[in-house]
């Protein structure tokens, strides 16, 4: 299960470089490029593919009856599955067909 902790400890660093990168996306000014583009590929491509996964190793662990809250803090958790909203929330909003119009 110490696997569990690793995966959810990488999906919390991801989330949170998702939070910078929207922060970054609304202020639009100008960053360092390597920084930026650091925690483009960090949040947007990590995020989106490790946030997923541990949540829904999260959903099948609680389903087989197992507490996962013995091995992964509950706080790291409940931020996984809030960096995972925004994430979607996210995405959702800028496919939206009513964003693009003006």
């Keep these: 299960m110490r696997w569990l902790l690793f995966l959810s400890r990488l999906a919390f660093i991801s989330g949170i470089c998702i939070l910078i990168w929207l922060v970054l996306a609304m202020l639009k000014t100008e960053i360092d490029e390597a920084f930026s583009s650091t925690v483009i590929i ?12 541990t949540n829904l190793i999260y959903s099948v662990m609680i389903l087989l009856g ?9 706080w790291v958790i409940v931020a996984n599955i809030l960096f995972f909203l925004v994430f979607i929330y996210y995405i959702f909003y800028l496919n939206d067909p009513y964003y693009h119009k003006k």
Excluded: D, E, Q
């Excluded at 491509?45 to 996964?53: C, E, K, N």
């Excluded at 197992?66 to 509950?74: Q, Y």
């Design 42 to 53: 960090i949040g947007y491509v990590i995020g989106g593919l490790l946030l997923p996964v």
């Design 66 to 74: 197992k507490k996962i809250s013995n091995v992964v803090p509950r």
